[in-house]
């Protein structure tokens, strides 16, 4: 089935910087496109970046554009992260998800990622 495990989360100051992590296991993970989501209190999750099975893409939401960095590692299945210049608005828990089904290209829904992560606090005090 497949397993995700996220790490890097925490307390941060505005301004300053972050480095999520995703791992993946028990699946392929090199054929499998993923995104990134976050979900703040009583709002909807949303997606802020997403990259192609290969790297390729990225897409980032307008929030994340010119602060944030997609990557990932195909012979460490591991995804990530790289927050800068973080706000207090980007505190929320943040989501990895690996893709339903194999795809070369950038997904954008929530449905069609089949796999979660637990999850990971960040929090940025102003």
């Known amino acids: 089935q497949g397993q995700l495990v996220e790490s890097g989360g925490g307390l941060v100051q505005a301004g300053g910087s972050l480095r999520l992590s995703c791992a993946a296991s028990?699946?392929?993970?090199?054929?499998?496109?993923m995104g990134w989501f976050r979900q703040a209190p009583g709002k909807e999750r949303e997606l802020i970046a997403a990259?192609?099975?290969?790297?390729?893409?990225?897409y980032y939401a307008d929030s994340a554009k010119g602060r944030f960095t997609a990557s990932r590692d195909n012979v460490k299945n591991t995804v990530y992260l790289q927050m800068n210049g973080l706000k207090p608005e980007d505190t929320a828990v943040y989501y990895c998800?690996?893709?339903?089904?194999?795809?070369?290209?950038?997904?954008?829904?929530?449905?069609?990622?089949?796999?979660w992560g637990q999850g990971t606090q960040v929090t940025v005090s102003s």
């Open positions: 998800a690996l893709a339903t089904s194999p795809y070369t290209g950038v997904l954008y829904a929530p449905r069609q990622y089949g796999i």
């Open positions: 028990g699946r392929s993970f090199s054929t499998y496109a």
């Open positions: 990259v192609s099975a290969n790297g390729g893409g990225p």
